[in-house]
């Protein structure tokens, strides 16, 4: 029973590089969201998505793009990255009711020289 | 619009007392889930209890209950006899039935509690 799963757990990029932080869970969950996490600011809301197909922003989206192809995968890319995008990154994900919590991977730190 | 405040940046508890930690929020849907997570310093986010906008009574978990006050739209998390693995990050968040299901955080409380 995996959970929500996050790839890569550590990741070190340069100015303006791309990559793509992977999702993945086992639960049948329909609501799947990204989040950063910064000293003093708690998380971030970056996109969220209520099913496949459907995906929508948060509060911090920009130089964040997701899709959200099937039910289990949820990945997020960053296009071309900064050092403001230095963060710790996490993935959860739920059923999509307000009476349930969420399960979070195990996140990913990111940072951009 | 959504909003979760939590005031305190830190607290201190001796060992074996009770604290707590505040969180106020703020919505205008009358439907909506009131959460707490724990982070200790391994990073990984782990719920401790809920709390439902129609919920009568506060909820209990354990050593954890939520003191949830609906006319103030306050959800204080308060842990009796604190013991020293519940130092970490404590976060509030909420979360609406407006269609979009958003989970909203709070900034967090970090607890250290002494022996």
């Known amino acids: 029973n995996a959970g929500v799963t996050q790839t890569p757990k550590f990741q070190v990029l340069k100015t303006g590089q791309s990559m793509t932080l992977q999702c993945a869970q086992d639960m049948n969950h329909e609501y799947m969201s990204w989040y950063r996490q910064d000293p003093g600011m708690g998380l971030r809301l970056i996109h969220y998505?209520?099913?496949?197909?459907?995906?929508d922003q948060g509060e911090v989206p920009n130089g964040y793009n997701v899709s959200r192809s099937t039910t289990e995968d949820f990945p997020l890319r960053l296009l071309s990255a900064a050092p403001s995008q230095t963060s710790v990154y996490f993935c959860?994900?739920?059923?999509?009711?307000?009476?349930?919590?969420?399960?979070f991977g195990q996140g990913t730190r990111l940072t951009v020289v | 619009a959504q909003k979760i405040t939590q005031t305190q940046p830190g607290m201190f508890v001796q060992e074996k007392e009770a604290v707590t930690l505040d969180c106020t929020y703020d919505t205008s849907d009358p439907s909506y889930g009131l959460f707490w997570y724990k982070q200790p310093s391994s990073g990984e986010m782990i719920f401790l209890i809920y709390?439902?906008?129609?919920?009568?009574q506060n909820a209990t978990e354990g050593r954890y209950s939520l003191n949830f006050q609906k006319a103030r739209k306050s959800a204080n998390l308060v842990i009796s006899a604190s013991q020293l693995g519940d130092s970490a990050m404590y976060f509030c968040a909420m979360r609406e039935t407006s269609g979009t299901y958003k989970y909203i955080f709070g900034t967090g409380t970090r607890l250290k509690v002494l022996a």
């Open positions: 998505s209520v099913g496949a197909g459907i995906t």
């Open positions: 709390q439902g906008s129609y919920d009568q």
């Open positions: 959860a994900s739920s059923y999509r009711s307000f009476n349930t919590e969420a399960f």
